[in-house]
Nanobody
Framework: QLQLVESGGGLVQPGGSLRLSCEAS????????IGWFRQAPGKEREGVAC????????MYADSVKGRFTISRDRAKKTVYLQMDSLKPEDTAVYYC???????????????????WGQGTLVTVSS
């Protein structure tokens, strides 16, 4: 079982950047895919990106493709979400979670994800 803790959220102007971190504790980090999800006020939670357990493959939602980059550092047991060219519609609470999928990742299979973090708030506003 993992414990995941998100950090790095904050207030940023449109066009700005933030880097979110998802730090894991536990022994299974190397064997799980990690996904980033977000929930905006009054909206359902949606998948944003995911990275495979090896870090060799990733997947992005169309809404963030080309602006967000997911990466993982095995030594630090941390998955990052680099967010560039932020837009007001990126405002949301961002969560990370784990999936036991053996190969690849798929953020669309949200029901597979477990060990959700508490979330970190990202606000994009001028």
């Amino acid at each position: 079982q993992l414990q995941l803790v998100e950090s790095g959220g904050g207030l940023v102007q449109p066009g700005g950047s933030l880097r979110l971190s998802c730090e894991a504790s536990g022994n299974t980090f190397d064997y799980v895919a990690i996904g980033w999800f977000r929930q905006a006020p009054g909206k359902e939670r949606e998948g944003v990106a995911c990275t495979s357990s090896s870090g060799s493959s990733s997947m992005y939602a169309d809404s963030v493709k080309g602006r967000f980059t997911i990466s993982r550092d095995r030594a630090k047991k941390t998955v990052y979400l680099q967010m560039d060219s932020l837009k007001p519609e990126d405002t949301a609470v961002y969560y990370c979670a784990a999936d036991d999928i053996r190969l690849g990742c798929d953020y669309k299979l949200e029901d597979r994800y477990h060990d959700w973090g508490q979330g970190t708030l990202v606000t994009v506003s001028s």
